[in-house]
Structure formats: structure tokens, C-alpha cells
């Protein structure tokens, strides 16, 4: 009976050790995204091989990918953009981060719910190594204001306007505000991104300059302001952040039409560092979401 049981245990132990090889952990900041908003998922890659570990694309298989479902089940296809790679080699009980924005690769930005598992191939062993599955939420949040725009001449930006919104979304500990740009014709939603937190009762000021960028300025806590310049594409061109002082910070405009801002107290560059929240811009999604009008 031992030696009919060997050749068992003898695969088993392979099996298990060829599963801890590499270890994938997949990571999402928040249980919700705003429609639009990069969907940044954090994968951590630990190399128990024993030995360092080169991953790389081999026999038409990219090393790195993601499966998406919807929450009814139903797989979710990458869009054509390229998932591409470059190498990766990991020596030995290292661990890896890579952060990717899953919004440029797979439609996540209708309203719903998104299961995500990450996978690594490698190629040594033939062999595809999971990480678990995680859950994500995608919706809209409240729209307070929104202003249609023309693209002046020489501005460096497709189409013939932009539509600057801002919304509020309420997350269990704060409320934040948020920025879009998108050319409504076309359906292009170049960016969406969050402006930082806000004090829900304190409506934020909005203003367009004479080169049709968006100047908002908004509290962001008791008697602190942040200050935001959008451009035509959706950069985040200028952040800061204004305390109170003797006067409330307020835009006005000059008489060129410039935009600025008046009042308060405009805080040490280490201070601005420490508060600004506002993520990198995303990449262009291709349209809007299904139950957006």
C-alpha cells in the first residue's frame, strides 16, 4: 500500500509546491468608482520559486491579465486596446506591485458590479497562477453644475466644445467632489477624476477663463479651500489650497478674463502636498455609460 500511495504524495507535493511558486494578491483602494473614474487595480506578484523568476509573454500568451464578469455572471471582453507588458523578473522571495487602470482595457464604466481575478502566466512551468476574486461598484454621482464650452482657436483639443460637470459623491466617511470633461457630441469622456474631499453644505465656485479652462474652488474642510485649473482635455494643470484668514479665498475675474484667486491665505508647498488628493488622469474612455443622459 506505501508504495501504490507514493507516487501520489509524490504528486501532490509537486502540485502544491508548483501552486506556491508565485504568489499573485490583487487589490482594489474602494469598494465604488465613479463612472469614468480610473478603476486602479494593485497586483502584488511574490516569487517562492526559490530561484529568481523572468515573466514574459510565450506562445502567443501574455504573461499578465485580468478576467472581468459582470455581476450577472456574464464574461466581460477586453477592448482593443493593447494589454501589453513589458518583462518582468522578480528574484528570488521578492514581491512586485504593479498598478494598472483597468478602465482603458475593459468596459467597466456602465453602472454595476465587476468581479475581478488577476492571472500570471509563467512560462517556465507552462503554468497560470490566480490571484482571488474581487468586487467593485461602479455609479454615478450627483450632478451640481455643468457648463457647455466652445474650443478657441490654436487650443490643442479635438471636436468643437467640451462639457465641464461637477458632481458630489457620498462615501461612508466623507463627501468628495468630483470633475468631468467630455464632448457630448462625440460621447468622449476624457476624464473624471475626484477634486478631493468637500464640505457637502459649502457649494463649490465655479468660473471659465478667457482660454475656456474650468477654475473651481471648493471647502474642503472647516476654513480650508482647495483651488483646481481643468484644461480642455481634462489635465489638472494648477491645485492648491487657500486657509481663511481675515477674508474667505473667492474666484474673480481680471479684465483680460483671466480667473484668480482672492483671499485667504495660500498655503506652504509641503502643506498643499500633504492634502491634495486629486489622482492622475485617466485614460480616454470611448463613450458614456448606458443610463447616462
Known amino acids: 500500500m506505501i508504495q501504490r500511495a507514493l507516487p501520489f504524495v509524490c504528486l501532490l507535493f509537486f502540485a502544491v509546491r508548483a501552486e506556491a511558486q508565485v504568489q499573485v494578491e490583487l487589490k482594489f483602494k474602494r469598494l465604488q468608482y465613479i463612472a469614468y473614474e480610473p478603476v486602479v487595480a494593485m497586483i502584488r506578484i511574490t516569487n517562492l520559486a526559490g530561484r529568481d523568476v523572468d515573466l514574459h509573454d510565450a506562445d502567443g500568451q501574455s504573461w499578465f491579465g485580468f478576467e472581468v464578469t459582470g455581476g450577472e455572471g456574464q464574461q466581460i471582453p ?82 468643437n466644445a467640451r462639457t465641464y460637470s461637477l458632481l458630489t459623491n457620498r462615501f461612508p466617511d466623507h463627501t468628495s467632489l468630483y470633475v468631468r470633461v467630455q464632448d457630448k457630441d462625440t460621447g468622449i469622456v476624457y476624464a473624471t477624476y475626484s477634486l478631493g474631499r468637500a464640505i457637502a453644505f459649502e457649494q463649490p465656485q465655479a468660473e471659465i477663463d478667457n482660454a475656456n479652462q474650468l477654475h473651481v474652488l471648493h471647502c474642503a474642510a472647516p476654513r480650508a479651500w482647495s483651488y483646481s485649473r481643468v484644461g480642455l482635455n481634462g489635465e489638472l494643470l494648477a491645485h492648491s489650497s487657500f486657509m481663511e484668514a481675515k477674508t474667505r479665498p473667492r474666484l474673480v475675474h481680471a479684465a483680460n478674463g483671466e480667473v484668480a484667486v482672492r483671499g485667504g491665505v495660500l498655503e506652504s508647498p509641503a502643506s498643499q502636498t500633504a492634502r491634495d488628493t486629486a489622482p492622475k488622469l485617466s485614460e480616454r474612455p470611448p463613450g458614456l455609460p448606458k443610463d447616462e443622459q
Open 78 to 159: 477586453p477592448n482593443a486596446t493593447s494589454n501589453a507588458q513589458p518583462p518582468l523578473k522578480i528574484e528570488a522571495g521578492q514581491k512586485v506591485t504593479q498598478r494598472v487602470d483597468l478602465g482603458p482595457l475593459y468596459p467597466v464604466h456602465d453602472f454595476g458590479t465587476y468581479h475581478v481575478r488577476a492571472h500570471i502566466y509563467f512560462a517556465d512551468l507552462e503554468k497560470f497562477f490566480y490571484s482571488g476574486t474581487k468586487v467593485f461598484e461602479v455609479t454615478d454621482a450627483r450632478p451640481i453644475w455643468q457648463q457647455t464650452v466652445g474650443i478657441p482657436e490654436g487650443a490643442s483639443a479635438p471636436g
